[in-house]
């Protein structure tokens, strides 16, 4: 697969871009454990434009995290054409994404994100500008459709390849479903099957385990796949599947290579822990205490998500405390009680033997 000139190889998996998620740090682990490329959070145009200084920060990338994209969103031709300006020349990504699939109502609400999809013709506009403004490849991110009532991904996947954009992901839900349901892949099919497609089509919606992206690739032909909430608390998924993958579909029974232990994932969140203080106090300044606290916060969604704490009986007041632990000691104390409680050499808990030793 590729994007402009940048070369993917065999069934990349990407990095969702996720707001308050896809942080330098945790983009840093994704790449670490096998994403192929990876996004920032998303970015306000109109706040880039207005120089924002929070917004701004977010173009902040890493030479050891590319191929990077970054994702803008707008409503307004104008804009659009000069925050991607803006990113091309502070940033120098190897892809601008436009969103034109959050479906949040602060986003799409305000005509923007999944809201373009009520507008196909800005929708359009907003590309072909973009496109021909910027030397960066340009990706679009989008949904099937406003509703049920109006899937149209399959006829805008051509009008947008029209438009120059180098590459489409798709979810598999409509705005209206926001994110419950289920993502239906067939109409991602479908506009991978179209032979009028030439760009590479990524999927995503739901993908949370080795055999869901392997049936994704298979069944319904995309290009790559896109991994978004299945990566909280999780950084490692990309090394499951890719090595599920590589192994031709092996099962855990019969012997997928190196595994990551429990205790091991427990490192990694940890790790990050440590990456959100440190990059926090770096923006924020000297009062370490506070930038400790906001540290935690921004980690603490990932913790109450991990999968390496599921099934183990009788956990609920030991994650209540976990998720309100105030210091990086705190909860540090914590994780090492957790530890030496629950985990073994080779991922095994102390009251059930092998706990989740491949967690999907």
């Known amino acids: 697969m590729k994007i402009g000139n940048i070369q993917f190889g065999d069934r990349p998996l990407f990095l969702a871009p996720m707001e308050d998620v896809t942080d330098i740090g945790f983009r840093q ?23 924002v200084k929070s917004t701004i920060s977010k173009l902040t990338i890493d030479d050891a995290e590319r191929p990077v994209g970054i994702q803008i969103y707008g409503r307004y031709v104008p804009q659009m054409v000069e925050a991607a300006q803006i990113v091309e020349e502070q940033a120098h990504p190897d892809v601008i994404d436009l969103n034109f699939g959050c479906p949040v109502k602060k986003v799409a609400g305000k005509g923007a994100g999944a809201g373009m999809l009520q507008n196909i013709p800005l929708l359009l506009d907003i590309t ?70 030439h760009i590479p089509i990524i999927g995503n919606g739901d993908i949370t385990t080795p055999e869901q992206a392997k049936q994704a ?79 935690i916060l921004h980690t603490r969604r990932h913790l109450a998500a991990t999968p390496i704490f599921k099934g183990i009986p009788d956990f609920r007041q030991t994650r209540i405390a976990m998720l309100r632990a105030n210091t990086l000691e705190e909860l540090e104390g914590i994780l090492s009680h957790c530890r030496e409680k629950y985990f073994e050499e080779g991922g095994r808990t102390k009251e059930e033997g092998d706990l989740n030793l491949y967690t999907r």
């Open 29 to 51: 682990l994704c790449k670490r454990f096998g994403a192929a490329m990876v996004y920032t959070e998303f970015v306000s145009a109109e706040a880039l434009v207005r120089s």
């Open 128 to 197: 072909r500008e973009v496109v021909k403004a910027v030397k960066t490849p340009v990706t679009v991110k989008t949904r099937l459709g406003w509703n049920k009532e109006q899937l149209v991904i399959t006829t805008l996947a051509e009008q947008l390849q029209d438009c120059g954009i180098q590459a489409l992901t798709i979810h598999g839900r409509t705005r209206s479903q926001m994110y419950t349901g289920e993502a239906d892949w067939t109409l991602i099919g479908e506009v991978k099957a179209n032979p009028r497609i």
């Open 217 to 295: 690739f298979e069944r319904y032909g995309v290009d790559a796949v896109m991994i978004g909430r299945a990566t909280f608390g999780r950084p490692w998924i990309f090394q499951e599947i890719r090595d599920y993958l590589e192994e031709g579909g092996r099962t855990k029974e019969e012997g997928i290579p190196h595994p990551l232990t429990n205790s091991e994932k427990l490192d990694i969140l940890i790790e990050q822990l440590h990456i959100n203080i440190e990059r926090i106090h770096a923006i924020k300044g000297k009062d370490i205490s506070e930038n400790e606290y906001r540290g």
